[in-house]
């Protein structure tokens, strides 16, 4: 397949691991940065341009990659030797330019901040000369990591490129980041491996840290999120991993099933002891996690889910300002204020809801069941607006079997109110200020039907 050259923004990542070497203790790690140099790197991106971006990313890259002990890295340029002219390319232009060597970080940069964009991209080509810009070594890892803002120009095709080095006993496990591109376009890189979008400068720095980890790290993770039936199913939930001695967060992951409906692998530091906590409502933990190094490791922790729904009965979206407060049964602890009108997941159980409506709604021991969603509804309140003709002291009240029950106080200086009352029957209780003899109270009941306005004058 011919990928045909586009004006939207890549970074392709390749990780090339030999399966020898996963077999073997990894000693020495080696990151070749196959750099794109064609015309288009000129093009405008953000508030800057691609190029001053992609090198301010490289310096940090460099900076960062220099504290790291047995690690190795190389530079190939393309695109960057000669011009580029309507009908006229060179698709041979692609160079080692800084061979792998101790403490090439400086050289890297160097060779980068004098990079004048000029070429055409010939992604497919780079990637083939590439596999042999790694000296024989019988213990190290090899990782290509090629940075493009454009797909294969050439007449060439990179997928057959990626299918040739398997074949030699070459994995290749490619990232690639669409930079303002569309997942339409993203879906072209699908016989290579993986695609993420890169929105924003700052994105484009996270998903570099992202790749970089992963480059650097052969211990793999995977977290299985269990339902009731002990299945692996729950998914799409915060995960962070803190370091158990320094206390320190140490990874942030969104966790989500692959394609084939299994969770998704992640590249962690094996030196660290973790606590992993999984952001569910309530929460759910693990301490202790110690990774064996080198091993893909599974992580389990049971985590079933359903959801409560909270609803007014014929108020569509409105009213969302009252919060229902989520409690586990039988505990004190607030553990969410869920909106009114909103539908939100829960760890399988029972809890204690306290609805703030006026009066308030409180319901015992509601059940959440894996995968379902527990409705409630309420009535759609009423309006009541309330005069007086003195600033004063007044209280609402309604009954509950037989016995009079706080709903609210108003405002001592105020003439006019306006309250949502819950359908039902009210008393207001009211004595002026100015007044200080309990004989000056007023009492006035009222009935609030759904839906409905009253007027109310003491």
């Known amino acids: 397949m011919k990928l045909v050259s586009k004006r939207f923004s890549v970074l392709v990542v390749f990780l090339c691991l030999s399966f020898t070497y996963l077999a073997q203790t990894i000693e020495t790690t080696r990151i070749l940065f196959i750099f794109d140099g064609s015309n288009s790197m000129n093009g405008q991106w953000q508030e800057s341009s691609k190029i001053k971006v992609a090198k301010k990313l490289m ?15 190389a530079l190939r340029m393309y695109g960057h030797q000669t011009r580029i002219y309507p009908g006229l390319q060179d698709c041979n232009d692609t160079k080692l330019e800084v061979p792998f060597g101790k403490d090439n970080f400086d050289k890297i940069k160097t060779k ?45 095709d990179p997928c057959a490129v990626a299918k040739m080095l398997r074949e030699k006993g070459i994995e290749v496990r490619p990232y690639i980041i ?7 376009s993203l879906k072209d890189f699908e016989c290579i491996g993986k695609s993420y979008e890169a929105s924003t400068e700052e994105s484009f720095r996270d998903v570099m840290k992202v790749v970089m980890s992963e480059a650097l790290n052969n211990t793999t993770v995977q977290v299985n999120l269990l339902n009731t039936a002990k299945q692996a199913k729950e998914t799409d939930l915060t995960m962070s991993f803190y370091d158990m001695k320094t206390r320190e967060l140490k990874y942030t992951f969104m966790h989500t099933l692959d394609r084939k409906n299994r969770p998704d692998t992640m590249w962690i530091d094996p030196l660290s002891t973790y606590k992993l906590i999984v952001h569910t409502t309530p929460k759910v933990e693990k301490e202790g996690i110690e990774l064996k190094a080198g091993e893909h490791n599974t992580i389990t922790l049971d985590a079933p889910q359903g959801g409560l729904e909270f609803r007014i009965l014929g108020a569509a979206n409105s009213y969302t300002d ?26 399988v159980g029972s809890y204690d809801v306290e609805i703030l409506s006026l009066p308030r709604i409180l319901m015992e021991n509601v059940k959440v069941e894996q995968s379902k969603t527990n409705r409630i509804v309420i009535q759609h309140a009423g309006t009541v607006n309330i005069n007086t003709p003195f600033f004063g002291v007044a209280s609402i009240f309604t009954e509950v079997k037989g016995e009079r029950v706080w709903v609210c106080n108003l405002e001592r ?14 008393t207001i209780v009211y004595r002026p200020a100015r007044k200080n003899s309990s004989a000056y109270t007023v009492s006035k009941d009222f009935r609030i039907a759904s839906g409905t306005s009253l007027e109310v004058n003491l």
């Open 59 to 73: 310096y940090e890259t460099m900076s960062e990659l220099s504290k790291i002990d047995n690690l190795e890295v």
């Open 112 to 156: 980068i901040n004098s990079l004048q964009p000029k070429g055409t991209t010939p992604i497919a080509r780079s990637l083939e000369y590439a596999a042999q810009d790694f000296p024989e070594c019988n213990n190290c890892r090899n990782v290509i990591i090629l940075i493009t803002d454009g797909i294969e120009a050439c007449d060439e």
């Open 178 to 184: 669409g930079i303002a591109m569309d997942l339409e």
């Open 322 to 347: 009252i919060k229902c407060v989520i409690r586990k049964k039988d505990e004190k602890e607030t553990i969410n204020a869920q909106r009114m009108n909103s539908e939100d997941r829960y760890i």
């Open 413 to 426: 200086e105020k003439l006019n109110y306006q309250l949502s009352l819950q359908p039902g029957n009210y």
